[in-house]
């Protein structure tokens, strides 16, 4: 189970940083998605327990990095150079798997979202 909400959400001026957390445990697989008003939901990056094959969406690549810390059971999101674009509700998701049927990745386990304002 995702054990808490995410945290570190706020609002910040564009090019500055935030730091998202998630607690989690014992997953294989897990992610960050965000969903601004009006859009779909969308993956932002994915990684894997041992902490290989991390996924990017390309909105972010190069200035988000996701991370986890076994020993707190921690997952992060470090988010650099924000853009008002970035403005959304982000949710940390675990357990992944994916659907051939789509080819997208599906997540069982979502936490309860976490506010990211970006101002120009």
């Known amino acids: 189970q995702v054990q808490e909400a995410e945290s570190g959400g706020r609002s910040v001026q564009a090019g500055g940083s935030l730091r998202l957390s998630c607690e989690l445990s014992g997953y294989e697989c897990m992610g960050w998605f965000r969903q601004a008003p009006g859009k779909e939901r969308e993956e932002v990056a994915r990684?894997?327990?041992?902490?290989?094959?991390?996924y990017y969406a390309d909105s972010v690549k190069d200035r988000f990095t996701i991370s986890q810390d076994n020993a707190k059971n921690t997952m992060y999101l470090q988010m650099r150079n924000l853009k008002p674009e970035d403005t959304a509700m982000y949710y940390c998701?675990?357990?992944?798997?994916?659907?051939?049927?789509?080819?997208?990745?599906?997540?069982?386990?979502w936490g309860q979202g976490t506010r990211v304002s970006v101002s120009s």
């Open positions: 990684i894997s327990s041992d902490g290989g094959n991390a």
């Open positions: 998701a675990a357990d992944c798997y994916y659907e051939l049927a789509d080819g997208s990745w599906q997540y069982v386990y």
